[in-house]
């Protein structure tokens, strides 16, 4: 049970490890970005933790990071290559930050400090773990900046499920810009930390 605390809460990557920030921070003007992401980044980490858990007797020290970092590639190739077979739009929006899962921190960090010493059921345990809980993140991250800045929430969600709505839910009649722009990542970002904080407090107790 520990593995899915420090994942989904006292060690999250999004919120205490603070890592992965830049597509967290990018993408995350709507919900659907936000859970396009999460979907992949979800996936990338967790089958590259299982795979170098396989792998960590046959590699080498002196390769074992450039090994990790061609695992991750091949994986994020291949979900690129879903998203855009099966969701060409939502591909077309998450843009180049589908290809940056390969230098996401957090994924190299699992796959450095757990994956390669812990058998596979652990590491995917922590994989799925880390994934679900940098996922939650982005996507109560994109919430709140998709409500604030547009008044709707999941709009576009026919992108991700065939068939839903493309206006999502009305909120709102309208909405502030900013928090559609890079500083209302940032706020929205300092909401979740705060309300963290308000449950952990600040040492995370």
């Known amino acids: 049970m520990s593995i899915w605390r420090d994942g989904l809460w006292h060690n999250n990557p ?8 830049c597509p967290l921070l ?53 979900v690129e290559m879903l998203f855009h077979a099966f969701s ?33 059921h652990r ?17 109560i991250v994109g919430l709140l900046r998709e409500a604030i800045g ?6 576009g969600l026919n992108q991700l499920i065939p068939g839903a709505t493309t206006t999502g839910w009305v909120i709102a009649d309208s909405g502030l810009l900013i928090a559609l722009l890079p500083p209302g990542a940032f706020f929205a970002l300092a909401l979740v930390l705060v309300a963290r904080n308000v449950i952990t407090g600040p040492a995370g107790e």
Do not use: K, M
């Open 14 to 21: 999004g919120i205490v490890q603070l890592l992965g920030l």
């Open 88 to 120: 060409p739009s939502l591909h077309a929006r998450l843009g180049i930050f589908l290809p940056l899962i390969v230098t996401n921190c957090a994924i190299v960090a699992r796959a450095e400090a757990f994956a390669s010493r812990q058998p596979p």
């Open 26 to 78: 990018a993408i995350t003007n709507t919900a659907v970005n936000a859970i396009g992401l999460a979907v992949a980044t979800l996936f990338v980490l967790t089958c590259s933790n299982v795979l170098v858990s396989f792998a960590r007797r046959a590699l080498q020290p002196e390769i074992r990071i450039p090994a990790y970092v061609l695992i991750i590639a091949a994986l994020v190739t291949a």
């Open 150 to 155: 547009s008044g709707t929430v999941f709009a």
């Open 123 to 139: 590491a995917l345990a922590d994989g799925l773990a880390h994934g679900l809980g940098f996922g939650w993140v982005l996507i």
